[in-house]
């Protein structure tokens, strides 16, 4: 074995941020009220204007294949917390829209989300931190596109 790269600044910079997201996905996502699938759909419609996207926009913003968010799709739409709308712009694609029950779903899921970012992501950091660690998420997130 290579110790030289098992024990590389790298890997265990990575190895930390994995970590750390691991440990705060479920303390974030506890006590929702809905599947954390569902949050995630219902938060990237809610942050939209329109509270709308292309299903396949929607699909990739989610990490879902097409497939796989279709099912998805149809269960959160059989709970009324989206409906589906036929594009304007193209008759092949349809929207997904946030309903006025899923946005009641989203408030609620987001009184529970935003209190447990403060306790377990941002509390224990310091404004300067929150900042630098703001715009090292972007600039990975954006240098990875």
């Known amino acids: 074995m290579n110790e030289q790269l098992l024990n590389d600044d790298d890997v265990t910079l990575y190895g930390l941020f994995v970590e750390a ?6 303390l974030v996502h506890r006590d929702l ?5 569902w949050f995630e759909v219902l938060l ?7 509270h709308r996207l292309r299903m396949t926009d929607l699909a990739e913003a989610v990490s879902f294949s097409s497939g796989g968010f279709t099912r998805l799709a149809d269960r959160m739409a059989e709970a009324g917390l989206i409906r589906r709308d036929p594009d304007p ?18 408030d ?7 209190s447990h970012l403060r306790s ?3 509390g224990p950091l310091s404004s300067e931190d ?16």
């Open 44 to 50: 990237r419609l809610g942050r939209t204007p329109g």
């Open 21 to 26: 997201f691991v440990r705060l996905k479920p």
């Open 89 to 106: 712009d193209d008759r092949r694609a349809a929207l997904a829209v946030l309903t006025d029950k899923g946005a009641e779903a989203l």
């Open 33 to 37: 009220g809905v599947p954390d699938t």
């Open 108 to 114: 609620r899921a987001m009184a529970a989300h935003v």
């Open 130 to 145: 929150r900042r630098h660690l703001e715009r090292i998420l972007r600039t990975l997130r954006d240098a990875n596109e």
């Open 120 to 122: 377990h992501v941002t």
